[in-house]
């Protein structure tokens, strides 16, 4: 039974034991010296003496010491004597058998396999009698087959002819294949599988035989030899159209979470830009919303799969959806009338709620930095002070300028001190003004989308150096252009508007992953 109370028990152990919360024993003052143990003279003494030396010490420690010196002499003798004891590096000879001559030489040459490169000489050959005939040339395969790419640009009877096929042949199959498609809809980089028949003899082509490849996605055309010609045979593929739809939560990056479930890269670009028109991807969406996205699918009987457009892109914060919807309306109204601002009548990305497409845009035309603000300003070239109508915006000669918005052109060429000069009708009574280019990329009367080269920086007209001037007019008084926000919205209305409907209404019917 082990007490607490017993000292013994408790700094039982090793020599530095001590009990918790108890001072340590006290230590005698006068520690006994050990007596050193006597050596007996003799052997019995030398073989005692022997035992104690280190004669491995580590040559690591205590280098030039006695016992490292001692060290160095057992090594060295043990390297001496292992290298007198050792055997010796002597080769061993093996018996070499004598070379084959004779009956063994052709019965090894029969029985083995040599390659190309050594004259392929093996195997058994049959001696030249009667039955063996020479031949005047080496008679040609009764068929060859072929395979040919359509390159970008490429015309299909040129693929055929590179490919082998006499002129005649070649221009008699792309003249079949044109009754059944549009060779220049032939998409580059399709295979083309041929098949050249047996000639008359080597100074003519060979006869196309067969010839089978995709024309579009859901159709494959093959031709054929037959009695009377070439014929064209056509294999339509069925094709399912059902859209692709994925849903996902945001994390820590959209675009990473959007690949991550399976969206083409192309679709999350496309998704980001349409989202971006609406909510502020990097302040508005958080880690915890979802996204909804729906592309164009095709599956093809044949197993292929081609993603299209986006469809359909959506983002739900909980308290709020954007759910925004492609969509193009006939055109037939922007025919009719060019100056109509209709922003429906070109399609484009439009609420699934409220039907209408809204479109922003802020920032200046042309990248560069503000050298002349809107106002009261004295004139670098007259000496007085004048009313500036806009903005002087510095930018690197030849820079692009773009349109802020849609428009008309309604005036582009020389106009007095603004030199090179465009002017573009936006409507509501919008209008907007770009002088002193250096070149003009628009005429008048023709229209231009949001984003549109209409021209490039210069120094034309009264201009101390390469800059744009940038005007903005509201019912034909100038106002700043940096308290614009222009901005169209397109509402859709009548038949195009339950076009619109049914369309959402199908989209919102796809089943995610199917």
Known sequence: ????????????????????????????????????????????????????????????????????????????????????????????????????????????????????????????????????????????????????????????????????????????????????????????GTRIALTLGRRADRTVARPLETLDFRARFDLALSLARGAGGLTVNRRPIAIDSTPLRIQGLVGSSLYRSARAAGVPAKAVESFIKAISTRLSIGRDVTAADSFDVIVERERAATGETRIGDLLFAGIDQGRRKVQLVRFAPDAATADADPGANDGASRGGWFDANGQTERRAVSGMPVIGRITSSFGLRMHPLLGFTRMHKGLDIGAPYGSP?????????????????????????????????????????????????????????????????????????????????????????????????????????????????G
């Open 1 to 188: 039974m082990y007490l607490r109370n017993d000292q013994g028990f408790e700094l039982a152990g090793t020599a530095a034991s001590r009990g918790f919360g108890r001072a340590p024993a006290v230590m005698p003052a006068v520690m006994p010296v050990p007596m050193p143990a006597l050596v007996p003279f003799g052997v019995a003494g030398l073989r005692d003496r022997a035992t104690r030396i280190d004669w491995v010490p580590d040559l690591g420690h205590r280098i030039g010491s006695l016992d490292w010196w001692r060290g160095l002499a057992t090594c060295t003798a043990l390297c001496a004597a292992t290298w007198a004891l050792a055997p010796g590096f002597r080769p061993l000879v093996g018996a070499v058998p004598p070379p084959l001559a004779g009956a063994e030489w052709d019965e090894m040459r029969a029985q083995g396999i040599a390659s190309l490169a050594q004259g392929a000489t093996t195997g058994r050959r049959m001696a030249a009698n009667d039955l063996v005939a020479p031949l005047a040339e080496v008679p040609e395969r009764p068929s060859v087959d072929l395979s040919a790419t359509l390159g970008d640009g490429d015309s299909f009877d040129r693929v055929l002819i590179r490919a082998g096929v006499g002129r005649n042949d070649a221009e008699a199959a792309a003249a079949l294949v044109a009754q059944s498609v549009d060779p220049h809809a032939i998409p580059a």
């Open 401 to 513: 300028i773009h349109a802020m918005t849609d428009g008309i052109v309604a005036f582009a060429g020389r106009t007095g001190g603004y030199g090179n000069f465009v002017k573009l009708l936006h409507g509501g009574g919008m209008a907007s003004g770009y002088g002193h280019m250096s070149r003009i990329a628009v005429s008048s009367g023709t229209r231009v989308r949001q984003g549109q080269v209409i021209g490039y920086v210069g120094s034309t007209g009264m201009s101390t150096g390469p800059h744009l001037h940038w005007e903005v007019w509201k019912n034909g008084a100038a106002i700043n252009p940096r308290t614009v926000s222009f901005a169209s919205v397109a509402q859709l209305s009548g038949e195009k508007l339950r076009a619109f409907k049914a369309k959402v209404a199908r989209l919102m019917a796809v089943r995610v992953g």
